[in-house]
C-alpha cells in the first residue's frame, strides 16, 4: 500500500512545524487581527480605516532571491525571513504606505520542522521590526523538484495610505536635498554575482577577512535593514516629498523611479563611505565601477527626497532613531535622472 510519506511528503512533519513557530508568530500580532479558528485564512479588521478619509490600499510582493543558498551553505535559517519582510513592506512605504500585514510562502524539498520554525520565527521577526503583522502562510513540499535541503520563500504586503497624503514623483522639485540612509550591508540584491564572484576569486564563507571583522559568511547574511517605522517616523515629523527604495538596479536606476521627467537627482559619490563588504566583492572579482553601481546598494538602502529646510530636521530625526543618514545629493533641472556629479 503506497502512502503520502512514501511520495516523500511528510503531513506529520508539517503539523508539527506549524506548533514550533505559533509562539514565534505572535510576536508579530497587531490589535487589528481576527483569528480564524478554522486556519484558512488570516482576518484583518478593516473597521481600522474608518479613520481615514480616503484610504487607499497598497500591496507588494518578493522574495529573497539566490541569498537563500547562502542561508542553506550555512545551515543558518533565522534571518533570512527578516530580509524577505524588509523587500516586501519597505517597497510599500515608498509611498507613504504603513505596512499592516503579510503573508509568507515557502517551498522546500522536505518539510524539516525547527528549519522551517526558524525561517517562519525571522519573517515574524522581521514583521515585528516593521509594525505590521503575519497574518498567515503556506509552507509546501516539494520532493522531487527540489533537494531535501533546499527551499525558497516569497511573501505579499498589504499596507494603506492617506489619498492626498500619498508621496511620489508630482511632489519632487528642484531645489529638494536627497538623503541617504545607510544600508546594513548588500541586503538582498545581487546575491547571484556575489555567488559568482566567491567562486571565482577562490573565497570561502568560512573565511574571516580582516576588513569585515568577522567571516564573510556573516557579513553576507547580515539581515536587511527594515526601515519602515524609520521612514513613517520620518512621514509624520517632517515634510517628505518622495522616498526610494534601493534594490536590485542600484542606487540611480532606483532613485530615477522617484523623480518627475523634469528634475535630475546629483548624487555625491564622495558623501558616504561604502561598507567593506563591497570594496571586497568589488576588488577580489575585479568588478568595475558601473557594475557595482547597477547591481548593488553600495551602502545606501533608502532615499528620503525632503525640501531643503527640512533636511536637517530629517537627519537629526534619523540618526536620533539610530538610522545613519546624510546629504546624498540634491534636486535640478533635468530629464528625470539620477546621476553621480563628475
Same mark, same amino acid.
Given at each position: 500500500m503506497t502512502s503520502y510519506a512514501d511520495a516523500g511528503v511528510d503531513i506529520e512533519a508539517g503539523d508539527r512545524a506549524v506548533e514550533l513557530m505559533k509562539s514565534r508568530v505572535a510576536r508579530s500580532r497587531r490589535p487589528e487581527v481576527v483569528d480564524d479558528a478554522s486556519g484558512f485564512a488570516g482576518l484583518f479588521d478593516a473597521s481600522a480605516f474608518l479613520r481615514y478619509r480616503r484610504p487607499l490600499l497598497a500591496t507588494s510582493t518578493d522574495g529573497v532571491g539566490t541569498k537563500v543558498m547562502l542561508a542553506?551553505? =550555512? @545551515?543558518?535559517?533565522? #534571518?533570512? @525571513? /527578516?530580509? =524577505?519582510? @524588509?523587500?516586501?513592506?519597505?517597497?510599500?512605504?515608498?509611498?507613504?504606505?504603513?505596512?499592516?500585514?503579510? #503573508?509568507?510562502?515557502i517551498a522546500c524539498g522536505k518539510v524539516v520542522p525547527e528549519r522551517i520554525a526558524d525561517i517562519v520565527g525571522g519573517v515574524a521577526e522581521g514583521c515585528r521590526l516593521a509594525g505590521c503583522a503575519l497574518v498567515g502562510g503556506e509552507t509546501a513540499e516539494h520532493p522531487g523538484?527540489?533537494?531535501p535541503d533546499e527551499y525558497d520563500l516569497a511573501g505579499a504586503g498589504t499596507g494603506v495610505v492617506e489619498a492626498d497624503e500619498m508621496l511620489g514623483p508630482d511632489r519632487v522639485v528642484p531645489g529638494d536635498?536627497? =538623503?541617504? *540612509?545607510?544600508?546594513?550591508?548588500?541586503?538582498s540584491n545581487g546575491y547571484s554575482l556575489v555567488r559568482h564572484v566567491i567562486k571565482t576569486a577562490g573565497l570561502r564563507l568560512e573565511q574571516e577577512l580582516p576588513e569585515l571583522g568577522r567571516t564573510l559568511g556573516e557579513e553576507l547574511l547580515e539581515p536587511t535593514r527594515i526601515y519602515s517605522l524609520d521612514c513613517l517616523a520620518l512621514i509624520r515629523e517632517t515634510e517628505v516629498h518622495a522616498l526610494a527604495h534601493i534594490t536590485g538596479g542600484g542606487l540611480a536606476a532606483n532613485l530615477a523611479r522617484s523623480l518627475p521627467g523634469t528634475v535630475d537627482a546629483l548624487l555625491d559619490r564622495g558623501s558616504? #563611505?561604502?561598507?567593506? /563588504?563591497?570594496?571586497?566583492?568589488?576588488?577580489? @572579482?575585479?568588478?568595475?565601477?558601473?557594475?557595482?553601481?547597477? #547591481?548593488?546598494? *553600495?551602502g545606501v538602502g533608502m532615499c528620503a527626497i525632503v525640501p531643503a529646510a527640512e533636511a536637517d530636521k530629517a537627519l537629526a530625526l534619523l540618526n536620533g532613531r539610530g538610522l545613519p543618514a546624510w546629504v546624498l545629493g540634491e534636486v535640478v533641472e533635468g530629464e528625470g535622472r539620477a546621476r553621480f556629479r563628475q
Open positions: 542553506q551553505q =550555512l @545551515g543558518k535559517h533565522d #534571518t533570512i @525571513g /527578516i530580509d =524577505l519582510v @524588509g523587500m516586501v513592506v519597505d517597497d510599500l512605504v515608498v509611498c507613504g504606505a504603513e505596512p499592516l500585514f503579510m #503573508t509568507d510562502y523538484a527540489m533537494g536635498v536627497v =538623503l541617504g *540612509l545607510a544600508s546594513s550591508g548588500v541586503h558616504w #563611505t561604502p561598507p567593506a /563588504i563591497f570594496e571586497v566583492l568589488g576588488g577580489h @572579482g575585479g568588478v568595475p565601477q558601473e557594475e557595482m553601481d547597477k #547591481t548593488f546598494n *553600495l
